[in-house]
């Protein structure tokens, strides 16, 4: 039977290749890809984020969880989308500008997937030019942004005003998250929406395209 304490450590030390074989393994026995997301992987990066906190951890090691953590993801994402039915709206979704963490983006979008949204999504380090062509081309229903540094989160606000300068800001919802990210900086930068995590997320859209 997969063990999700190896999944959660081989996360935790960077090896890829056992990360791979255990959610492989684990998606065979039909084990909800949720509870490895939330069992597993994202205690493993929690436990990195501790480890780099108190200087066990430095930037390559944390690379490498990442990059544990993506592969293993990286399975679960077509399983995800799957759960979803008919397309409930249309999302763009990025990392703000100068912020390359992109792990919990993923996931969001890949929940969004599976709630049954259809996604565009444009990565991360996305600066506000960037989310506003994305509004004119794709014509969304949400805008979601992502900042997991306290210095990024103000590309959130620089954004907003972006696309209120661009005459776009009243076609969509904009819904913000992220560690740092609280319910009152999204109500003082203007957003509509706040979520915590990647399930919430799905939950806090949907409310807002119904409103
Ligand atoms: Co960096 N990093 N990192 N990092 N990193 C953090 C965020 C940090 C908290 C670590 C620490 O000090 N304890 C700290 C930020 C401190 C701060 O500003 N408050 C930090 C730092 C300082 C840095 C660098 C500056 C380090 C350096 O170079 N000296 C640097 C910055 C680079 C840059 O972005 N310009 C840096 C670099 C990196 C790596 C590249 C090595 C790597 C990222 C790889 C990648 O993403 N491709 C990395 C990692 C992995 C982390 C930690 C360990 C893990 C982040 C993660 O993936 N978590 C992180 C510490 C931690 O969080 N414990 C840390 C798992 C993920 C599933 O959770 O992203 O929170 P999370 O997403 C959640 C929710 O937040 C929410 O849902 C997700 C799923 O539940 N959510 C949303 C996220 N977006 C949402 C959007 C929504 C709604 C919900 O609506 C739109």
């Given at each position: 039977m997969a063990d999700l304490n190896k999944l959660y450590q081989a996360i935790l030390t960077g090896d890829q290749k056992t990360a791979v074989a255990v959610t492989e393994e684990a998606l065979a026995e039909k084990i909800d890809p949720q509870?490895?997301?939330?069992?597993?992987?994202?205690?493993?990066?929690?436990?990195?984020?501790?480890?780099?906190?108190?200087?066990?951890?430095?930037?390559?090691?944390?690379?490498?969880?990442?990059?544990?953590?993506?592969?293993?993801?990286?399975?679960?994402?077509?399983?995800?989308?799957?759960?979803?039915?008919?397309?409930?709206?249309?999302?763009?979704?990025?990392?703000?500008?100068?912020?390359?963490?992109?792990?919990?983006?993923?996931?969001?979008?890949?929940?969004?997937?599976?709630?049954?949204?259809?996604?565009?999504?444009?990565?991360?380090?996305?600066?506000?030019?960037?989310f506003v062509a994305a509004v004119r081309e794709k014509n969304p229903h949400l805008v979601c942004m992502s900042a997991l540094l306290t210095v990024t989160m103000p590309a959130m606000r620089t954004t907003i005003q972006a696309l209120k300068e661009a005459g776009v800001r009243q076609q969509v919802k904009v819904m913000v998250g992220g560690a740092p990210v609280t319910p009152d900086y999204a109500r003082e930068i203007g957003a509509d929406g706040y979520a915590d995590n990647a399930s919430s997320a799905v939950k806090k859209a949907r409310e807002l395209l119904a409103a």
């Open positions: 509870v490895l997301i939330n069992q597993a992987m994202i205690p493993a990066m929690t436990e990195a984020g501790n480890k780099f906190e108190c200087e066990e951890y430095f930037v390559p090691e944390l690379l490498l969880a990442a990059r544990a953590m993506k592969a293993s993801l990286a399975l679960l994402r077509p399983l995800l989308a799957e759960r979803g039915a008919e397309p409930v709206g249309r999302v763009v979704i990025g990392t703000v500008k100068g912020d390359l963490h992109d792990i919990g983006k993923n996931l969001v979008a890949s929940m969004l997937e599976g709630g049954g949204f259809e996604v565009h999504d444009l990565g991360a380090d996305v600066p506000p030019e960037k």
